[in-house]
Protein backbone atom coordinates (compact mmCIF):
# COMPACT_ATOMS: atom_id res chain seq x y z
CA UNK A 1 0.00 0.00 0.00
CA UNK A 2 1.30 3.57 -0.99
CA UNK A 3 0.60 6.28 1.93
CA UNK A 4 1.00 9.46 1.17
CA UNK A 5 1.47 11.42 4.22
CA UNK A 6 1.39 15.49 4.74
CA UNK A 7 0.19 17.32 6.28
CA UNK A 8 -3.31 18.56 6.27
CA UNK A 9 -3.89 21.20 3.58
CA UNK A 10 -6.96 21.40 1.33
CA UNK A 11 -6.14 21.80 -2.50
CA UNK A 12 -9.94 21.93 -3.83
CA UNK A 13 -12.54 23.34 -2.06
CA UNK A 14 -16.25 23.50 -3.54
CA UNK A 15 -18.28 26.17 -1.40
CA UNK A 16 -21.46 28.00 -2.37
CA UNK A 17 -21.26 31.33 -0.18
CA UNK A 18 -21.55 29.65 3.50
CA UNK A 19 -20.72 25.61 3.80
CA UNK A 20 -23.67 23.51 3.27
CA UNK A 21 -24.41 20.10 2.88
CA UNK A 22 -22.77 18.06 0.01
CA UNK A 23 -20.23 20.78 -0.16
CA UNK A 24 -17.00 18.66 -0.97
CA UNK A 25 -12.96 19.29 -0.45
CA UNK A 26 -9.73 17.75 -1.02
CA UNK A 27 -7.21 17.49 1.82
CA UNK A 28 -3.31 17.47 0.09
CA UNK A 29 -2.86 13.91 0.17
CA UNK A 30 -6.47 13.57 -1.81
CA UNK A 31 -8.59 12.25 0.58
CA UNK A 32 -12.17 13.27 -0.43
CA UNK A 33 -14.30 15.18 2.47
CA UNK A 34 -17.96 16.11 2.52
CA UNK A 35 -19.70 18.63 4.05
CA UNK A 36 -22.81 17.34 6.14
CA UNK A 37 -24.91 18.71 9.31
CA UNK A 38 -21.94 21.29 10.50
CA UNK A 39 -18.94 19.29 10.14
CA UNK A 40 -16.48 17.82 7.48
CA UNK A 41 -16.64 13.83 6.94
CA UNK A 42 -14.71 11.39 5.14
CA UNK A 43 -16.48 8.76 2.12
CA UNK A 44 -15.68 4.99 2.36
CA UNK A 45 -14.05 3.36 -1.12
CA UNK A 46 -16.74 1.13 -1.05
CA UNK A 47 -18.67 1.07 -4.56
CA UNK A 48 -16.67 4.31 -5.27
CA UNK A 49 -15.18 4.12 -8.58
CA UNK A 50 -14.21 6.89 -11.28
CA UNK A 51 -17.94 7.90 -12.16
CA UNK A 52 -18.10 8.87 -8.74
CA UNK A 53 -14.54 10.77 -9.10
CA UNK A 54 -15.41 12.57 -11.46
CA UNK A 55 -18.87 13.88 -10.14
CA UNK A 56 -16.64 14.95 -7.05
CA UNK A 57 -14.34 16.57 -9.50
CA UNK A 58 -16.74 18.25 -11.45
CA UNK A 59 -17.92 19.22 -8.49
CA UNK A 60 -14.52 20.83 -7.23
CA UNK A 61 -14.57 22.93 -11.05
CA UNK A 62 -12.59 19.92 -12.82
CA UNK A 63 -13.55 18.41 -15.76
CA UNK A 64 -12.98 14.70 -14.34
CA UNK A 65 -11.45 12.42 -12.29
CA UNK A 66 -10.19 9.00 -10.78
CA UNK A 67 -10.43 7.17 -8.21
CA UNK A 68 -7.66 6.63 -5.65
CA UNK A 69 -9.40 4.03 -3.82
CA UNK A 70 -7.78 4.16 0.22
CA UNK A 71 -4.39 5.00 -0.58
CA UNK A 72 -4.62 7.97 1.00
CA UNK A 73 -3.96 8.67 5.04
CA UNK A 74 -6.41 7.65 6.95
CA UNK A 75 -8.67 10.58 8.39
CA UNK A 76 -9.84 11.44 11.56
CA UNK A 77 -13.40 12.49 11.42
CA UNK A 78 -16.98 11.14 11.26
CA UNK A 79 -17.46 8.80 8.08
CA UNK A 80 -20.51 10.24 6.23
CA UNK A 81 -21.64 8.20 3.28
CA UNK A 82 -20.54 4.50 2.85
CA UNK A 83 -21.50 2.74 -0.52
CA UNK A 84 -21.63 5.58 -2.95
CA UNK A 85 -22.45 4.85 -6.48
CA UNK A 86 -22.18 6.91 -9.40
CA UNK A 87 -23.32 6.78 -13.23
CA UNK A 88 -20.91 9.95 -13.74
CA UNK A 89 -23.93 12.03 -14.77
CA UNK A 90 -24.99 13.35 -11.23
CA UNK A 91 -24.27 16.87 -10.07
CA UNK A 92 -23.31 16.88 -6.60
CA UNK A 93 -22.08 13.37 -4.59
CA UNK A 94 -24.91 14.45 -2.39
CA UNK A 95 -27.41 13.27 -5.22
CA UNK A 96 -25.44 9.92 -5.63
CA UNK A 97 -27.68 6.66 -4.32
CA UNK A 98 -25.48 5.42 -0.69
CA UNK A 99 -26.04 4.26 2.24
CA UNK A 100 -28.09 7.28 4.79
CA UNK A 101 -25.89 9.56 6.31
CA UNK A 102 -23.38 8.47 8.91
CA UNK A 103 -24.56 5.03 8.30
CA UNK A 104 -21.67 2.85 7.57
CA UNK A 105 -19.64 -0.49 7.86
CA UNK A 106 -16.02 0.97 7.39
CA UNK A 107 -13.02 2.38 9.31
CA UNK A 108 -11.16 5.26 8.29
CA UNK A 109 -8.49 2.68 6.86
CA UNK A 110 -10.73 2.58 3.94
CA UNK A 111 -11.27 6.10 3.44
CA UNK A 112 -11.82 7.22 -0.65
CA UNK A 113 -9.24 9.56 -1.86
CA UNK A 114 -9.62 10.84 -5.35
CA UNK A 115 -7.26 13.22 -8.18
CA UNK A 116 -8.68 15.63 -10.46
CA UNK A 117 -7.32 16.28 -14.26
CA UNK A 118 -5.58 19.66 -13.93
CA UNK A 119 -5.33 20.05 -10.52
CA UNK A 120 -4.05 22.85 -9.20
CA UNK A 121 -3.76 24.65 -5.97
CA UNK A 122 -6.82 26.05 -4.20
CA UNK A 123 -7.06 29.62 -5.25
CA UNK A 124 -9.71 31.44 -2.67
CA UNK A 125 -11.43 35.20 -4.01
CA UNK A 126 -10.54 38.70 -2.88
CA UNK A 127 -12.28 41.88 -3.16
CA UNK A 128 -11.49 44.66 -5.32
CA UNK A 129 -11.59 48.24 -4.15
CA UNK A 130 -14.65 50.04 -3.97
CA UNK A 131 -16.42 51.32 -6.60
CA UNK A 132 -17.24 55.39 -6.62
CA UNK A 133 -20.84 56.00 -5.07
CA UNK A 134 -23.69 56.47 -7.86
CA UNK A 135 -25.25 59.84 -7.83
CA UNK A 136 -28.08 60.18 -4.78
CA UNK A 137 -31.44 59.26 -6.63
CA UNK A 138 -32.63 62.52 -5.30
CA UNK A 139 -32.20 66.02 -4.61
CA UNK A 140 -33.86 66.12 -1.66
CA UNK A 141 -36.11 64.27 0.70
CA UNK A 142 -33.76 61.38 1.68
CA UNK A 143 -32.58 59.08 -1.30
CA UNK A 144 -30.53 56.50 -1.91
CA UNK A 145 -26.24 55.76 -3.05
CA UNK A 146 -24.53 52.41 -3.99
CA UNK A 147 -21.26 51.37 -4.36
CA UNK A 148 -20.17 47.99 -5.34
CA UNK A 149 -17.35 45.80 -5.76
CA UNK A 150 -16.27 42.52 -7.29
CA UNK A 151 -14.23 39.21 -6.14
CA UNK A 152 -11.92 39.29 -8.39
CA UNK A 153 -8.91 40.27 -6.95
CA UNK A 154 -8.14 37.81 -7.49
CA UNK A 155 -11.30 35.58 -8.74
CA UNK A 156 -11.93 32.26 -6.62
CA UNK A 157 -10.39 29.44 -8.53
CA UNK A 158 -9.81 25.04 -8.45
CA UNK A 159 -12.72 25.47 -5.95
CA UNK A 160 -11.43 28.12 -3.92
CA UNK A 161 -14.29 29.95 -2.33
CA UNK A 162 -15.60 33.03 -2.86
CA UNK A 163 -15.32 36.38 -1.09
CA UNK A 164 -17.34 36.91 1.88
CA UNK A 165 -19.47 39.62 2.30
CA UNK A 166 -21.48 41.79 0.28
CA UNK A 167 -21.13 42.98 -3.59
CA UNK A 168 -23.67 46.09 -2.83
CA UNK A 169 -23.06 48.73 -0.12
CA UNK A 170 -25.88 51.26 0.31
CA UNK A 171 -26.23 54.59 2.12
CA UNK A 172 -29.15 57.52 2.47
CA UNK A 173 -28.05 61.20 0.95
CA UNK A 174 -29.66 64.38 1.10
CA UNK A 175 -31.46 63.60 3.71
CA UNK A 176 -32.52 67.76 3.67
CA UNK A 177 -36.00 68.33 3.33
CA UNK A 178 -37.45 69.71 -0.22
CA UNK A 179 -38.45 73.20 -1.25
CA UNK A 180 -42.14 73.62 -0.96
CA UNK A 181 -43.72 76.10 -3.51
CA UNK A 182 -46.39 78.00 -2.58
CA UNK A 183 -50.17 77.81 -3.97
CA UNK A 184 -52.91 80.27 -4.13
CA UNK A 185 -56.41 79.43 -2.03
CA UNK A 186 -59.33 79.22 -3.79
CA UNK A 187 -60.98 82.77 -4.02
CA UNK A 188 -62.97 84.17 -1.23
CA UNK A 189 -66.43 85.96 -2.08
CA UNK A 190 -66.52 89.33 -3.27
CA UNK A 191 -67.20 92.18 -1.07
CA UNK A 192 -70.52 94.14 -1.06
CA UNK A 193 -70.57 96.88 -3.69
CA UNK A 194 -68.79 100.26 -2.31
CA UNK A 195 -72.08 101.96 -3.76
CA UNK A 196 -75.72 101.74 -4.75
CA UNK A 197 -75.29 103.54 -8.09
CA UNK A 198 -73.25 105.55 -10.01
CA UNK A 199 -70.00 102.60 -10.20
CA UNK A 200 -68.70 100.78 -6.97
CA UNK A 201 -66.31 98.96 -6.92
CA UNK A 202 -65.81 95.35 -5.40
CA UNK A 203 -62.47 93.29 -3.79
CA UNK A 204 -62.15 89.49 -3.06
CA UNK A 205 -58.97 87.87 -1.53
CA UNK A 206 -56.88 84.74 -1.60
CA UNK A 207 -54.15 83.48 0.14
CA UNK A 208 -50.78 81.78 -0.81
CA UNK A 209 -51.23 78.96 1.89
CA UNK A 210 -52.30 75.36 -0.33
CA UNK A 211 -49.38 75.19 0.87
CA UNK A 212 -48.07 77.58 2.32
CA UNK A 213 -44.18 78.06 1.01
CA UNK A 214 -41.25 75.49 2.94
CA UNK A 215 -37.67 74.95 2.85
CA UNK A 216 -37.16 78.05 0.49
CA UNK A 217 -39.50 77.14 -1.84
CA UNK A 218 -41.35 80.46 -4.01
CA UNK A 219 -44.07 82.56 -3.18
CA UNK A 220 -47.19 82.30 -4.97
CA UNK A 221 -46.94 84.10 -8.37
CA UNK A 222 -49.74 87.18 -9.06
CA UNK A 223 -52.23 89.23 -6.86
CA UNK A 224 -53.52 88.30 -3.90
CA UNK A 225 -56.61 90.25 -4.50
CA UNK A 226 -58.84 91.25 -7.54
CA UNK A 227 -61.29 94.45 -7.81
CA UNK A 228 -63.86 95.22 -10.46
CA UNK A 229 -66.68 97.64 -10.73
CA UNK A 230 -70.48 97.33 -9.66
CA UNK A 231 -73.32 98.53 -9.76
CA UNK A 232 -72.93 101.14 -13.12
CA UNK A 233 -76.37 102.30 -13.18
CA UNK A 234 -76.85 106.20 -13.08
CA UNK A 235 -77.56 107.40 -9.55
CA UNK A 236 -80.76 109.59 -9.07
CA UNK A 237 -80.62 113.65 -9.41
CA UNK A 238 -81.99 114.82 -5.62
CA UNK A 239 -82.30 118.29 -4.94
CA UNK A 240 -81.51 119.34 -1.22
CA UNK A 241 -84.36 120.31 1.48
CA UNK A 242 -84.28 122.25 4.08
CA UNK A 243 -84.26 120.86 7.65
CA UNK A 244 -86.73 122.06 10.38
CA UNK A 245 -85.71 125.72 12.03
CA UNK A 246 -83.88 125.20 15.75
CA UNK A 247 -85.49 127.44 18.10
CA UNK A 248 -84.83 131.17 18.83
CA UNK A 249 -82.13 132.12 21.01
CA UNK A 250 -82.72 134.74 23.26
CA UNK A 251 -82.88 138.54 22.63
CA UNK A 252 -79.80 140.02 22.53
CA UNK A 253 -80.81 143.06 24.64
CA UNK A 254 -83.86 143.10 27.69
CA UNK A 255 -85.30 146.87 25.60
CA UNK A 256 -84.70 149.31 23.47
CA UNK A 257 -84.78 146.66 20.37
CA UNK A 258 -82.45 143.87 20.51
CA UNK A 259 -81.89 140.40 18.29
CA UNK A 260 -82.80 137.42 18.12
CA UNK A 261 -82.08 134.46 15.48
CA UNK A 262 -82.78 130.76 14.37
CA UNK A 263 -81.35 128.40 11.64
CA UNK A 264 -81.57 125.48 9.89
CA UNK A 265 -78.98 122.99 7.44
CA UNK A 266 -79.61 122.12 4.18
CA UNK A 267 -79.47 118.40 4.99
CA UNK A 268 -82.90 117.14 4.65
CA UNK A 269 -81.66 115.60 2.21
CA UNK A 270 -78.73 116.88 1.11
CA UNK A 271 -78.11 117.64 -2.54
CA UNK A 272 -76.74 114.59 -3.96
CA UNK A 273 -75.79 113.79 -7.79
CA UNK A 274 -75.77 117.23 -8.85
CA UNK A 275 -79.31 118.26 -7.25
CA UNK A 276 -79.98 121.81 -6.50
CA UNK A 277 -78.87 123.65 -3.27
CA UNK A 278 -81.86 124.46 -0.58
CA UNK A 279 -83.81 127.95 -2.44
CA UNK A 280 -83.00 130.55 1.03
CA UNK A 281 -81.00 131.20 3.60
CA UNK A 282 -79.81 128.86 6.48
CA UNK A 283 -80.14 131.59 9.01
CA UNK A 284 -83.40 134.24 10.14
CA UNK A 285 -82.87 137.41 12.40
CA UNK A 286 -85.75 139.18 14.07
CA UNK A 287 -86.42 142.41 16.31
CA UNK A 288 -87.13 141.83 19.91
CA UNK A 289 -87.99 143.55 22.89
CA UNK A 290 -88.64 146.69 21.13
CA UNK A 291 -89.87 148.39 23.92
CA UNK A 292 -88.45 151.42 25.90
CA UNK A 293 -86.22 150.81 28.63
CA UNK A 294 -87.29 152.67 31.68
CA UNK A 295 -84.20 152.67 33.73
CA UNK A 296 -84.51 149.46 36.13
CA UNK A 297 -83.38 147.23 33.23
CA UNK A 298 -79.97 149.65 33.21
CA UNK A 299 -79.67 149.35 37.10
CA UNK A 300 -80.27 145.39 36.71
CA UNK A 301 -77.60 145.12 34.11
CA UNK A 302 -75.21 147.28 36.25
CA UNK A 303 -76.26 144.67 39.04
CA UNK A 304 -75.45 141.89 37.31
CA UNK A 305 -71.88 143.15 36.03
CA UNK A 306 -71.40 144.50 39.76
CA UNK A 307 -72.42 141.02 41.09
CA UNK A 308 -70.14 138.90 38.65
CA UNK A 309 -67.29 141.07 39.51
CA UNK A 310 -67.56 140.73 43.36
CA UNK A 311 -68.00 137.33 43.09
CA UNK A 312 -64.42 137.02 41.26
CA UNK A 313 -62.76 139.34 43.70
CA UNK A 314 -64.04 136.87 46.46
CA UNK A 315 -62.60 133.49 44.71
CA UNK A 316 -59.13 135.18 43.87
CA UNK A 317 -58.87 136.79 47.38
CA UNK A 318 -59.85 133.06 48.64
CA UNK A 319 -56.75 131.70 46.16
CA UNK A 320 -54.22 134.05 47.64
CA UNK A 321 -55.31 133.05 51.35
CA UNK A 322 -54.05 129.68 50.87
CA UNK A 323 -51.01 130.84 48.85
CA UNK A 324 -49.76 132.42 51.56
CA UNK A 325 -50.76 130.23 54.29
CA UNK A 326 -49.01 127.03 52.36
CA UNK A 327 -45.54 129.50 52.28
CA UNK A 328 -46.09 130.84 55.82
CA UNK A 329 -46.11 127.28 56.99
CA UNK A 330 -43.68 126.19 59.40
CA UNK A 331 -42.02 122.91 59.87
CA UNK A 332 -40.56 121.60 63.46
CA UNK A 333 -39.06 118.57 64.99
CA UNK A 334 -41.05 116.85 67.67
CA UNK A 335 -38.96 115.00 69.99
CA UNK A 336 -39.36 111.69 68.40
CA UNK A 337 -38.20 113.56 65.08
CA UNK A 338 -41.42 113.33 63.88
CA UNK A 339 -41.79 116.43 61.31
CA UNK A 340 -45.21 118.66 62.29
CA UNK A 341 -45.65 121.47 60.05
CA UNK A 342 -47.64 124.48 61.39
CA UNK A 343 -50.06 127.12 59.86
Not at 161 to 187: A, D, F, K, M, Y
Not at 234 to 255: L, M
Not at 313 to 338: D, N
Request: proline share 4%; glycine share 10%; with cysteine.
Amino acid sequence: MLLLIVSEVFIAVHLIGAQSTGDVRLTNSYRLEIYHNYEWGTVCDDKFDDNAATVACKQLGFSSGVSLGNLVEDGSGPIMLDELESTGSESTLYGCPSKPWRDHDCTHSEDVGVFCNNLYPVKNGGWSTWAQWTTCSRSCNGGVQTRSHECNNPSPKYGGSCCHGNTLETRTCNSISCPVNGRWSTWQRWTACSSSCGVGFQTRIRQCNNPTPQSGGVYCYGSPSQTKKCNTVSCPVIDGEWSTWTNWTDCSKPCNGGLKERSRNCNSPPPFNGGLYCNGTDTDVKLCNTFSCTGIESRMELAAIVSGVAVGSILISVAFVLIYKHMCARKRTTQKGTLVFYY
